[in-house]
């Protein structure tokens, strides 16, 4: 098997090229931003799931958990 010189993050399927790595070096700030922004709206999403269905446990848990840390998954 033949190993790739450009580095594999997490469960990617392709290696990242240097030119994605630079683009993202330069821009780091606006990337940043997009992300908190993610982060943000996940957390209301959560929040706004706790309140419209109170009755599902399950759900208020891992709402709870997705607020505090930014974490989502499948229920």
Not at 17 to 25: G, I, K, L, T, Y
Not at 27 to 44: F, V, Y
Request: charged fraction near 20%; aromatic fraction near 6%.
């Amino acid at each position: 098997m033949v190993s790739s010189p450009l580095p594999t993050i997490n469960a990617l399927k392709q290696p990242t090229s240097d030119a994605w790595v630079e683009q993202a070096r330069t821009n780091l700030d606006i990337i940043l931003l997009h992300h908190s922004h993610s982060e943000r709206k996940a957390a209301g999403v959560s929040l706004n799931f706790m309140f419209r269905y109170p009755s599902n446990a399950k759900m208020l848990s891992e709402g709870v958990n997705s607020a505090r840390t930014g974490r989502t998954r499948t229920l």
